[in-house]
DNA sequence: ATTAGCACTCGGATTAAATGAGTGCTAATA
DNA sequence: TATTAGCACTCATTTAATCCGAGTGCTAAT
């Protein structure tokens, strides 16, 4: 059996109905929804037809249909035309922040007050290089070591040296450091470095590890993936979600940042590429998500660094809102990292 | 009618047996549960002088009873022994990180893994002075303050400057900003201060207007109070704190920092001092808090700097355990405050 | 003062019946 | 041949009726 034109204008009928009310959706609904100009009787042969194609289900008999995860999908990706971008809000829907951590924080923040979903925001992945080291003497036993690295995100580190040093050591520290570290990559960073640097730090050596593995620890830190979330008690909002169990469970992977960022990963990777990609139900990775949609899209930096978007909601939910919110987010946020936040370009 | 021992005695059985099993606790249960040797028809006389006095309130006729807040109340300020101190899990609750704020997080951690509820830190608050500020050039148009506050606060700030300004210049402000700024506090920064140090920076008095604003900025960051929780969807798991409606916005009060800051300051404000604060029902401050108590106790740091910790959890809570938890909690930051942080002890 | 005994109450669980939205199928129609 | 009107049937949900038992209050006996 093909899928005709009156077949697929049925069928988004159906889904578009079923997004709106929640309530599973009956012919003869659909009879007056549309116009088709057909009786519920010739609806309910071609739903039939339908439901043996896979595309919807009934959750008992004597109720209407709703969609399968097929026809979620086949509606995401056919019968959904995204409507052509809705300007309207897109304007400032971010205020100019400086930091990159504040702007990522703020875009979960305001993609979940517009959805209503709940939100989770990557900062862009990229081998970090540092950019620029700094050692100062805070008190007596304290140096304080700051690193930035590639697109300003900036750690700091107290390290507590036993040793005294007086303001010129630290300088010459200090100009050794950025000799060697300065454009190196965590995993630049090795024995054979840190020997040659050791030797040329003379009787220093020993303070040197000292400060080498907090510097170490910095640039791991700041390669770690950063995840800002936001919204997650919209989760609650969303009856049909299980049980509260169930969704118990989903807010605490939400509150966990670690098993959230396996997640992300995992729908990054199986990405086709077209910036935008929706998991339904079953397709989304982790357990609790068979009630749950995931779409994610891809903003990229100009040096080629690539973070992600996310919202996770309900399977029953705005598609097309939602893939159009993110859309212009995304085209939003690589505008202004091509202007606004390309300070860090050099290499 | 006065409370004599006998009636005291049951009115503790009952509220014991209550938050155990969180079901209106009959007359046959107590006695057979304590050793009053009396008959069910006898606790039911004292019962009823216990009702009438306003300890106990039946949910319905012919229903056992549960504890109103004022039994709560006296049962915590009276009935409840602390169970003199536990010294089990004491000893290694926390294991040592160097910064400040990585502790706080691993104590709201510990604390919810601990006691199964929700849980607050918040960070000391005291006057915060400047201690040392570090102006570096990042790149062209980029400088990079880097302010450490009292207490080991470090902030970071990018300001892009338009003016040129080569490593002389750089260190000659840095001269100037510490001279001036090393031990203010945000009040000491006042117009006057600015006219000073705009009269002896000569040609670049403009620069610095962008240069102090962002400072400025930083340490108004390091003076706002800062809040960690964790363990929020344990509230998830006290099915009796009312509707989901209500659970969902305690949750975003929750995930509210702003919101959540209030509400601890003013739990604060009416502590009377003995370190431990017990919040019941009505007591507690925010509205969908009925069904909530709040417990807070009081850390200090060696200089007098004071900080809260909280936890938020259902009426029927363990008051025992959740008091002894968080009493060993501060007399264990109070001895990692008194030795290992010391290290921000001058003014 | 305590207790045994008994009638009474009332929330919660269980069962039964009523409702109604929606289906599938068949026969009539264009 | 495609569409539609009509009708019997299904089943989740709602409402009402009933039962059950934990627990009480009161009274009379110890």
Same mark, same amino acid.
């Given at each position: ?186 995993? /630049?960073? %090795?024995?054979?470095? @840190?020997?040659?640097?050791? *030797? ?5 050596? $020993?303070?040197?590890? #000292? &400060? ?8 791991? /830190?700041? %390669?770690?993936?950063? @995840?800002?979330?936001?919204? *997650? ?5 969303? $009856?049909?979600?299980? #049980? &509260? ?103």
């Amino acid at each position: 059996m093909e899928l005709d034109e009156r077949k697929k204008k049925i069928l988004k009928a159906i889904i578009a109905n079923y997004l709106e009310t929640g309530e599973p959706v009956g012919s003869r609904t659909i009879s007056k929804y549309t116009d088709l100009n057909l009786s519920s009787a010739t609806i309910r042969n071609e739903m039939a037809d339908l439901e043996e194609m896979g595309y919807i289900i009934q959750p008992h008999t004597s109720a209407g249909r709703i969609p399968t995860d097929m026809g979620y999908r086949f509606y995401v990706d056919s019968l959904m035309e995204e409507k052509g971008d809705v300007e309207e809000e897109k304007s400032s829907l971010l205020e100019r922040v400086d930091r990159m951590e504040l702007l990522l924080k703020q875009v979960a923040k305001v993609l979940a007050y517009n959805t209503n979903y709940a939100t989770m925001v990557t900062a862009p992945k990229y081998k970090k290089t540092v950019k620029f080291i700094q050692l100062s003497r805070v008190d007596m036993d304290n140096l304080l070591a700051v690193i930035v690295v590639e697109g300003n995100i900036i750690k700091n580190k107290l390290i507590d040296v036993k040793v005294e040093l007086d303001n010129e050591d630290v300088l010459k520290f200090n100009i050794l450091l950025n000799t060697f570290l300065q454009g190196a990559s965590l995993e /630049d960073i %090795n024995l054979e470095m @840190i020997q040659a640097m050791k *030797a040329q730090s003379g009787e220093y050596a $020993p303070i040197l590890e #000292d &400060i080498f593995s907090g510097i170490v620890d910095a640039i791991h /830190d700041a %390669n770690e993936l950063e @995840i800002y979330t936001s919204g *997650a008690t919209n989760i609650l909002k969303y $009856p049909e979600i299980g #049980d &509260i169990r169930q969704t118990s469970e989903l807010l605490e992977t939400f509150e966990d940042k670690n098993e959230l960022s396996h997640l992300i990963e995992e729908t990054v990777s199986k990405a086709d590429g077209t910036g935008i990609q929706v998991y339904i139900g079953e397709e989304a990775p982790g357990q609790n998500m068979k009630d749950c949609s995931i779409v994610t899209a891809t903003y990229k930096m100009p040096e080629g660094a690539e973070g992600t978007i996310g919202i996770l909601g309900p399977k029953r939910m705005d598609y097309k809102k939602v893939v159009n919110t993110l859309k212009n987010l995304t085209i939003e946020l690589d505008e202004i990292f091509k202007k606004g936040e390309g300070v860090n370009n050099d290499g």
